[in-house]
């Protein structure tokens, strides 16, 4: 059987699975579609792993949007959808439900987050771990009904940026549930988030995009993380986030040669890593990757200016200075801060 048949074959049974699952789902947490999120939003991670509202986040930090992090699979091989891979935290309304609804009460709403360096690195991200592109579909829907939402993150990193056979598996099965919600006349946009280089993408995270042009699954934001650099040479970064939007300007010029410059620079979104990276001090040479508290104000400014589609941070628990000179700490910046400062300068790039 030849390649082009055997696709075919598995989008045509999987077209076939997904309506079948459809059908036994709700059809939004709120028994409405939601709206879609704000052409230009601000939306930093939340870190759902440390046990936090993200209610009281939101409030606390004045983030109204928030991307949640991370919905994976138990172990690899699975196909069944977790937050953090936990059985003690299912896609359910009952977990993350209530606090989803205080969070639109509020005026705000959320971004769920597939993927992320943990699952990515261990095969437990859904397209890695699981090989059949209904199952995968059906993940997909299964959280978009239970929560209501209108927007995924595909946080795609590490070795899944290699796993060619995943990587077509996943944009099929996003094609599939884009299908599904046009159908349905719900809205559903899809986020890709990629490492960057500070010229621009690279090309196994290229070969992402061309895939999901390939097999017809709609990327509305390219989602670049733009810090981890990791080669060993200072940066300031700010300058490294315009110059890597500028290299993924041009790939996407390349790879939607029909679309404006300005739909173009509505697709790109940045994602910093606030105050020192895991990148760390650089060794002997000191800091080398510390994203400040300029950085911030002129991202936002320039972020403003070019109409990007997405600013983002990782991550809204990171936001406080609780431990001044350590780098890559998971509950503070590392950096000299207020208490959600990051947040507060860059929560209004949020506009329609």
Known sequence: MTRSVLVRGVIGAATALVATLAGALPASAGGKHQPTLPDHVFAPYFQSYNGTDPAAISRASGAHYLTMAFLQTQTTGSCDILWNGDPATPVTHSQYGPQIAAIRAAGGDVVPSFGGYGADSTATEIADSCTDVGKIAAAYEKVVTTYGVTRLD?????????????????????HLVQRWA???HRPLQIVYTLPTAPAGLEQNAIDVLASAIKYGARVDIVN???????DDQAHEMAATTKTAAAGLLGTLHTLYPHRPESRLWNMVGITEMVGIDDYGSGGETGPLEVFTIADAHA????????????LSFWAVGRDNGGCPGTPGSDDCSGVVQGPYQFTHIMAPFTRR
């Open 299 to 310: 991202v936002t400014d320039w972020a403003t200016r070019h109409h990007i589609g997405e």
């Open 182 to 184: 046009d159908r349905q």
């Open 224 to 230: 670049i993380m733009t810090f981890d650099y990791y």
């Open 154 to 174: 595909m946080d795609i990193e590490d070795i899944s940026l290699d796993n060619t056979a995943a990587i077509d598996r996943r944009n099929q099965a996003i």
